[in-house]
């Protein structure tokens, strides 16, 4: 019985060990398969790889460009772009630089240049910081006291016109300015050294140190030999009575964002542009920069009773024009333009009144209207240009006891200009800055000419009037 169950007990064990070596071998049979499988398909896989590297060999001894090479020259081109893209970025701030330089702002141009620390190290921008700092310690302050000023009334463009025997004539002949003369005014000065600057860079209102509001001399810096001078012109209105005698129309902005001019043609036809001092002088100063200091262009001085810069916008006009309400819109964009671009805007009265005789009442109607049909145009203005040269005082200084002044004043004009033969005449004052202005048109040149009047000599500080003075006028000039 023992036996019998020990045997037994034998024998299951050996049946259990069996089993489990069979277990084991189907399961080893089981990963080999596995394996194999794998085995196979990593083969494969290997296989097809291997033929797509080889196809892709074979294409590239092929004629076509292989893929690598135009990524390369894709890069190289995208690098040349970025480095003509930097040169090119280098040179517009150069030349910025150099066009602040041109009108005697050194501090700008040199802080436009330290603006961009990616160019710092460039020999090019170091060099122009040091030969403008280098001027900049040249740089003398203009006495204020010895700025001269000229100005114009609208520049005859086609003398034709304007010297056609018609009972215009005398009065363009006298007061106005042919455009060869005008032109040839602006070479001599350039010639010598004179620059334009602005009557706000002259004198400017601040606040003193009581806390005062007071006009201060401002401080204009130039190269020694280099001579400070203002430019105003009177009546901008291209009145009714100009038209067809040679003159512009009227002032428009250009496509260049700059005001320009149209011209009326014997045809009926409107050509456009520079037919008047503004364009002219605009053209003559992106020729030279360093005739303009810091930007500064010309005053522009306007009557109101025709409306002003050519458009018929005064009530009077209502029934004439039936552009009205447009034309008070297009003023509008040419002023605009105007102060965009650096010009002084002036009044010359309303109605191109006599300040010096005239009554105190008739000024305060004069300005009222001026408030009403101007102003809305043009803005304020703290410039007044006296018609006719008639100063509302004599040479002594303004003071409230003279109430036409005290009433201009309070009505803000801060800048006077009257019109005086001497080279020139200032009033810098706490409270104004006056300035004497000298006429350069046909009666001035006329009686300066030598063979006129040998011992006269009003302009040789500015030209040669034999060079400059048109022999196309009608001789002899009328006097005034
Ligand atoms: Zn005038």
């Known amino acids: 019985m023992l036996y019998d169950e020990e045997s037994e007990r034998r024998h299951a064990y050996l049946e259990r060990r069996r089993q489990r070596r069979r277990r084991q071998r189907t399961i080893h049979l089981v990963i080999l398969v596995i394996l194999l499988i794998l085995f196979i398909f990593s083969a494969a896989a290997f296989a097809i790889a291997l033929y797509d590297r080889m196809k892709e060999t074979s294409k590239a001894s092929s004629p076509s460009p292989e893929p690598s090479s135009q990524e390369a020259e894709t890069l190289q081109t995208e690098t040349e772009t970025m480095i003509d893209e930097t040169v090119a970025e280098l040179e517009s701030l150069l030349s910025e630089a150099e066009f602040l330089a041109a009108g005697y702002d050194y501090d700008r141009a040199i802080e436009l240049l330290r603006s961009r620390p990616e160019f710092a190290d460039e020999q090019a921008v170091l060099d122009a910081c040091a030969s403008y700092e280098e001027i900049k310690a ?24 304007a010297f056609d025997g018609d009972t215009d004539e005398p009065g363009y002949n006298q007061v106005m300015t042919t455009k060869s003369e005008f032109l040839k005014i602006l070479e001599e000065m350039y010639a010598r050294g004179y620059v334009l600057v602005r009557l706000h860079d002259m004198a400017y209102e601040t606040t003193d140190e009581q806390g005062n509001t007071v006009m201060k001399k401002g401080s204009i810096l130039l190269p020694p030999g280099k001579k400070p001078f203002v430019m105003s012109q009177d009546d901008v209105c291209y009145y009714d009575y100009m038209k ?39 053209d003559f100063i992106m020729e030279h920069p360093d005739f303009s200091y ?21 009530p009077d006009y209502q029934d004439k024009n039936p552009n009205i309400e447009q034309d008070k819109e297009e003023v509008k964009k040419v002023v605009q333009a105007l102060r965009d671009n650096g010009w002084e805007l002036a009044s010359h009265t309303y109605g191109h009144m006599r300040l010096s005789t005239r009554s105190l009442d008739d000024i305060k109607t004069d300005t009222g209207k ?7 145009l043009l ?10 040269g008639a100063d509302i005082g004599d040479w002594h200084d303004y003071t409230r006891e003279n109430k036409k002044f005290a009433f201009l004043y309070d009505h803000g004009f801060r800048y006077f200009c009257n019109v005086d033969a001497a080279p020139y005449w200032v009033q810098a004052r706490d409270s104004y800055l006056r300035q004497g202005r000298r006429n350069l048109d046909g009666v001035r040149m006329y009686y300066d000419l030598p063979e006129t009047n040998p011992t006269k000599d009003h302009l040789s500080d500015l030209f040669d009037v034999t060079k400059i003075f048109d022999r196309e006028r009608p001789t002899p000039v009328p006097p005034m």
């Open 138 to 161: 040249t740089l003398v302050p203009a006495n204020i006291n010895e700025v001269t000023h000229i100005f114009f009334h609208s520049i005859i463009m086609d003398n034709k016109k």
């Open 244 to 282: 067809g005698d040679g003159f512009a129309t009227r002032m428009i902005v250009g496509e260049d964002g700059k005001p320009t001019c149209e011209m009326e043609l014997d045809d009926g036809t409107v050509s456009v542009g520079s037919y008047d001092l503004v364009p002219l002088l605009e």
């Open 294 to 314: 810091r930007g500064a262009r010309a005053v522009i001085a306007f009557t109101g009773y025709q409306g002003i810069l050519g458009y018929r916008t005064d």
């Open 370 to 376: 001026w408030d009403a049909y101007i102003t809305p």
């Open 379 to 388: 803005g304020e203005v703290d410039i007044l240009l006296y018609p006719f």
